[in-house]
């Protein structure tokens, strides 16, 4: 597992754009974070977490739940140790807790399947 630290959350007008980062802290137990294919979940007040994207550490491919392809980019930069979620044109139904996630898997979608969760960083679009 990997330890994993969130920032960039905030409050944002509808049409606005955040760019959330997950940086990768201290040890990633004897992995390089290169190897670790990254997530993004959020959870919305009163609402299970749910999937948001995802990005293959074997690939780079990438993979979005429906309701953010085309607004919302993951990206990582291993060098850094950091995985990136550029969300442009939010609506105020993105208002949630946003979590990054590593897994060792070459993919997964499914939260049960990622076993490194960061603390989270509030969104909220206000309308």
């Known amino acids: 597992q990997v330890q994993l630290v969130e920032s960039g959350g905030g409050l944002v007008q509808a049409g606005g754009s955040l760019r959330l980062s997950c940086a990768a802290s201290?040890?990633?137990?004897?992995?390089?974070?290169?190897?670790?294919?990254m997530g993004w979940f959020c959870q919305a007040p009163g609402k299970e977490r749910e999937f948001v994207a995802v990005i293959s550490w074997t690939t780079g491919h990438t993979y979005y739940a429906d309701s953010v392809k085309g607004r919302f980019t993951i990206s990582r930069d291993n060098a850094k140790k950091t995985v990136y979620l550029q969300m442009n044109a939010l609506k105020p139904e993105d208002t949630a807790v946003y979590y990054c996630a590593g897994t060792t898997t070459a993919w997964a979608t499914n939260q049960n399947d990622f076993g490194s969760w960061g603390q989270g960083t509030q969104v909220t679009v206000s309308s």
């Open positions: 201290g040890r990633t137990f004897g992995r390089a974070f290169s190897t670790y294919t």
